[in-house]
């Protein structure tokens, strides 16, 4: 059942980040680098440092985040949903599958990350 969940909210992410660089996409960006970059929200930054990205003291728990622009959405979006997945010993927590952020945060971080290069 998680399975197909997380099938089904990927297939969602596609459609939403295959449109070009429109108005609606740059907000998506805009509101998912809030979300990383809060600690009461995401707080992606207390593990993660960003390739070309001026974050105030990031952490190093995590690797330091460069080359997404490349990632499938989808991917990335399976990532932040539930680590496990692709690595089971992740010290990353499964923000979706565990409710921290709902899908459209976790749509607008991927929105985000795909900015990374």
């Given at each position: 059942?998680?399975?197909?969940?997380l099938?089904l909210?990927?297939?969602a992410?596609a459609?939403?980040?295959?449109?070009?660089?429109?108005a609606?996409?740059a907000d998506l960006?805009k509101?998912?680098?809030?979300?990383?970059?809060?600690?009461k929200i995401?707080?992606?930054?207390?593990?993660?440092?960003?390739?070309?990205k001026?974050?105030?003291?990031p952490?190093?728990?995590g690797?330091?985040?460069?080359?997404?622009?490349?990632?499938?959405?989808?991917?990335?979006y399976a990532?932040?949903?539930?680590?496990y997945t692709?690595?089971?010993?992740?010290?990353?927590?499964?923000?979706?599958?565990n409710?921290?952020?709902?899908?459209?945060?976790i749509?607008?971080?991927?929105?985000?990350?795909?900015?990374?290069k």
């Open positions: 059942m998680q399975r197909m969940k099938f909210a990927a297939s992410m459609g939403v980040l295959s449109v070009g660089a429109s609606g996409n960006v509101e998912g680098e809030k979300i990383f970059n809060t600690k995401g707080n992606c930054l207390a593990c993660h440092a960003v390739n070309g001026n974050i105030n003291n952490g190093t728990l690797p330091k985040l460069q080359g997404l622009s490349a990632w499938p959405a989808e991917a990335l990532k932040v949903y539930n680590p692709t690595n089971p010993i992740s010290a990353m927590p499964p923000f979706g599958l409710g921290v952020l709902d899908d459209h945060q749509k607008a971080v991927v929105a985000y990350l795909k900015t990374v």
